[in-house]
């Protein structure tokens, strides 16, 4: 059953706290208190200020604080201020000069009342009735109120506090229990070698049955500088040993086979012999290979346009083999179709960009240890394996920017590494983002068994609210031995008996 607390009311306690005269002012201030509620998750005060009879020097300015106060923890509530005579004109000279602007800049902090000090005769009460938003601590307060004095050009000083009530004793409310993530990362294997590749595409130009490059000839400068760039950034890497040069050159699917593995491999040997001068590798390290007509390419434009039947051609590519066989081929069946207007549209709009060349450079890079890893990480991270990666992750501190970052940075350089990703799943439940950690799980979801991968979903699940879901994954990462895992269950063990409680102060 919810509870509500009154701890002051008018009929059974008024504390009258008459505050002494002091020389900056004469006559007494009144402040009585009415009372203290609780409900839900706020506290109510609501006070009385009498200063009838009291004329503060005319250049002061007292403010009055309400305040709750316990061992270690104290509340200011909104001050009251009684100003003198100047202290009050100014006061109004500078109200009415704002601008739209500075009232509202001026109302977020502005005191509870402003109360003209003088004319003492006047009767001057003001109802005080604010709320604020409970919190634990405030459970074993005691209202306390302060006395501030400032003047023209003084500084404020503290002149005296009075004691309202001895405790506030309101009732304690549950705060909802923030889980604690137990995360466990996974060290990527150390590679003896680092093998890469690195991939160029070129569409070049060649006249008709032609296998001589003309470097000028239509798109082929282009063409050409996309795989000298790539060459030339290898060649300048010093970190970098190239093992072999691979040039395949790929026909489009019209004419015969064997015409199209004559000119594609003449016009990969002919791209091999523009390079050969130019980069200063030996011969024996370019290696020339036919990749076959290129039917891949051929359906990936047709997906890509509207041209006529295109339904049609996109039904045969996929079901009639490519080869001849004893009685059709794909391409006779392409040739036949509709009377080959789709085929001739094929040949005339997607064949020419069908006729590439890949250069795939195969080279080594050297390892490094981690002084030269975090150095090598500013300019060329792609030269870094995942374990060095690893390790100079792990120079930072657990959950710190620079160590979420490296493991983002991995999974950007390995998007489709297992390690990559689980540790980049962790990385983004360590900043709490579980979309992202999401995505990156959702890639490896069909992994052998990882006690890491399974703590890491389970995580994942207990953030979500799936306690059954969370418990299955982790007690699985618990089977194989991680105690991050069990660490986690306790978690949940916790969250489960707090939402308990809460519902049961609730009702």
Same mark, same amino acid.
């Given at each position: 059953?919810?509870?509500?607390?009154?701890?002051?009311?008018?009929?059974?306690?008024?504390?009258?706290?008459?505050?002494?005269? !002091?020389? *900056?002012?004469?006559?007494?201030?009144?402040?009585?208190?009415?009372?203290?509620?609780?409900?839900?998750?706020?506290? $109510?005060?609501?006070?009385?200020?009498?200063?009838?009879?009291?004329?503060?020097? /005319?250049?002061?300015?007292?403010?009055?604080?309400?305040?709750?106060?316990?061992?270690?923890? /104290?509340?200011?509530?909104?001050?009251?201020?009684?100003?003198?005579?100047?202290?009050?004109?100014?006061?109004?000279? *500078?109200?009415?000069?704002?601008?739209? #602007?500075?009232?509202?800049?001026?109302?977020?902090?502005?005191?509870?009342?402003?109360?003209?000090?003088?004319?003492?005769?006047?009767?001057?009460?003001?109802?005080?009735?604010?709320?604020?938003?409970?919190?634990?601590?405030?459970?074993?307060?005691?209202?306390?109120?302060?006395?501030?004095?400032?003047?023209?050009?003084?500084?404020?000083?503290?002149?005296?506090?009075?004691?309202?009530?001895?405790?506030?004793?309101?009732?304690?409310?549950?705060?909802?229990?923030?889980?604690?993530?137990?995360?466990?990362?996974?060290?990527?294997?150390?590679?003896?070698?680092?093998?890469?590749?690195?991939?160029?595409?070129?569409?070049?130009?060649?006249?008709?049955?032609?296998?001589?490059?003309?470097?000028?000839?239509?798109?082929?400068?282009?063409?050409?500088?996309?795989?000298?760039?790539?060459?030339?950034?290898?060649?300048?890497?010093?970190?970098?040993?190239?093992?072999?040069?691979?040039?395949?050159?790929?026909? /489009?699917?019209?004419?015969?086979?064997? #015409?199209?593995?004559?000119?594609?491999?003449?016009?990969?040997?002919?791209?091999?012999? $523009?390079?050969?001068?130019?980069?200063?590798?030996?011969?024996?390290?370019?290696?020339?290979?036919?990749?076959?007509?290129?039917?891949?390419?051929?359906?990936?434009?047709?997906?890509? /346009? !509207?041209?006529? $039947?295109?339904?049609?051609?996109?039904?045969?590519?996929?079901?009639?083999?490519?080869?001849?066989?004893?009685?059709?081929?794909?391409?006779?069946?392409?040739?036949?179709?509709?009377?080959?207007?789709?085929?001739?549209?094929?040949?005339?709009?997607?064949?020419?960009?069908?006729?590439?060349?890949?250069?795939?450079?195969?080279?080594?890079?050297?390892?490094?240890?981690?002084?030269?890893?975090?150095?090598?990480?500013?300019?060329?991270?792609?030269?870094?394996?995942?374990?060095?990666?690893?390790?100079?992750?792990?120079?930072?501190?657990?959950?710190? !920017?620079?160590?979420?970052?490296?493991? *983002?940075?991995?999974?950007?350089?390995?998007?489709?590494?297992?390690?990559?990703?689980?540790?980049?799943?962790?990385?983004?439940?360590?900043?709490?983002?579980?979309?992202?950690?999401?995505?990156?799980?959702?890639?490896?979801?069909?992994?052998?068994?990882?006690?890491?991968?399974?703590?890491?979903?389970?995580?994942?699940?207990?953030?979500?609210?799936?306690?059954?879901?969370?418990?299955?994954?982790?007690?699985?990462?618990? *089977?194989?031995?991680?105690?991050?895992?069990?660490?986690?269950?306790?978690?949940?063990?916790?969250?489960?008996? #707090?939402?308990?409680?809460?519902?049961?102060?609730? #009702?």
């Amino acid at each position: 059953m919810k509870r509500q607390y009154i701890l002051f009311t008018i009929a059974l306690l008024i504390g009258m706290c008459t505050y002494a005269q !002091q020389k *900056e002012y004469s006559g007494k201030m009144h402040v009585t208190p009415l009372s203290l509620q609780q409900k839900g998750d706020s506290v $109510y005060i609501k006070l009385i200020f009498d200063i009838s009879g009291v004329n503060v020097d /005319s250049r002061r300015s007292i403010s009055l604080i309400p305040t709750l106060v316990a061992p270690g923890n /104290s509340r200011n509530l909104t001050e009251v201020m009684i100003k003198g005579r100047e202290n009050y004109n100014v006061y109004q000279r *500078e109200q009415a000069l704002m601008s739209k #602007n500075q009232k509202a800049a001026y109302a977020s902090e502005a005191p509870y009342a402003v109360l003209p000090g003088f004319k003492s005769k006047n009767s001057k009460t003001i109802n005080y009735n604010v709320a604020i938003k409970y919190e634990s601590w405030m459970a074993d307060a005691k209202l306390d109120m302060y006395e501030d004095l400032c003047g023209c050009g003084n500084p404020a000083r503290r002149m005296g506090v009075t004691m309202l009530a001895n405790q506030v004793a309101l009732e304690k409310i549950i705060e909802p229990y923030i889980m604690k993530p137990y995360l466990a990362y996974v060290q990527p294997t150390a590679e003896e070698v680092k093998r890469r590749e690195i991939t160029g595409e070129a569409f070049l130009d060649f006249v008709v049955n032609k296998i001589n490059i003309q470097p000028e000839y239509m798109n082929n400068p282009r063409e050409l500088k996309k795989i000298t760039d790539l060459m030339s950034e290898v060649r300048d890497d010093k970190d970098v040993t190239v093992r072999a040069i691979n040039v395949i050159g790929y026909a /489009s699917p019209e004419g015969t086979l064997a #015409n199209n593995q004559r000119l594609s491999e003449g016009r990969a040997k002919a791209l091999v012999d $523009y390079l050969i001068p130019r980069f200063d590798y030996p011969k024996d390290l370019y290696k020339v290979t036919f990749g076959g007509e290129n039917w891949d390419g051929l359906k990936k434009c047709v997906e890509a /346009s !509207q041209m006529p $039947y295109r339904k049609e051609v996109l039904e045969i590519i996929e079901t009639v083999p490519a080869q001849i066989t004893q009685t059709t081929s794909r391409k006779k069946v392409l040739m036949n179709l509709k009377g080959g207007e789709p085929y001739r549209y094929m040949v005339k709009e997607f064949c020419p960009s069908l006729r590439m060349a890949i250069c795939k450079i195969d080279f080594e890079v050297k390892n490094f240890d981690i002084s030269q890893a975090k150095e090598v990480i500013k300019s060329r991270p792609q030269n870094l394996s995942l374990n060095e990666m690893y390790l100079v992750a792990n120079t930072y501190e657990k959950g710190s !920017q620079e160590f979420i970052d490296l493991f *983002e940075m991995a999974v950007r350089l390995y998007p489709n590494d297992i390690t990559a990703n689980l540790n980049a799943a962790t990385a983004a439940l360590t900043r709490g983002d579980i979309v992202y950690a999401k995505r990156y799980l959702e890639k490896i979801k069909n992994v052998p068994d990882i006690p890491e991968y399974y703590n890491t979903a389970g995580v994942v699940e207990m953030f979500d609210g799936n306690y059954i879901k969370a418990t299955s994954h982790l007690n699985k990462a618990i *089977e194989m031995g991680l105690p991050e895992a069990k660490q986690n269950l306790a978690e949940i063990a916790k969250k489960q008996e #707090n939402e308990s409680l809460i519902i049961e102060q609730k #009702n």
